[in-house]
């Protein structure tokens, strides 16, 4: 056998989901093949890169960790006042301002975004 010999598999949603259930949540899976998918049918497979580009966050943890850092004062305020919603509003704002956002669930009445690492 010569050269570095390869064969292709075409992944269906239901083996996407067996191979990265260990680090995204069912609907997040589902959200990160689907726009994969549209962005490249060819696209190959790599669970690495997968894990590290695309991340699945709660509103809280979304502010904790990027959004409080950057915000200015006054921003954080209207942030903490906010109800829930208005909250999760701000966040996808935020998001989709900052990088690419594949898409959200409502999970334990809070949404979670599924988004490219920034």
């Known amino acids: 056998m010569k050269g570095n ?3 292709r598999k075409t992944m269906s949603i239901y083996d ?6 260990d680090d995204f949540s069912y609907e997040a899976c589902e959200i990160i093949f689907d726009a994969l998918e549209d962005l490249d049918e060819d ?5 690495v890169a997968i894990r590290c580009e695309y991340n699945e966050s709660t509103t809280s943890e979304i502010f904790e960790d990027y959004a409080k850092h950057t915000w200015g004062e006054d921003f954080i305020q209207e942030y903490e006042n906010a109800e829930q ?7 996808e704002a935020f998001l989709e301002n900052e990088t690419w956002l594949l898409g959200t669930f409502e999970e334990d009445s809070e949404r979670v975004f599924i988004y490219q690492a920034f």
């Open 16 to 21: 996407f989901r067996d191979e990265m259930e």
């Open 85 to 91: 919603d208005e909250k999760d509003d701000m966040i």
């Open 43 to 47: 696209l190959e497979f790599d669970r």
């Open 5 to 7: 010999k390869k064969m």
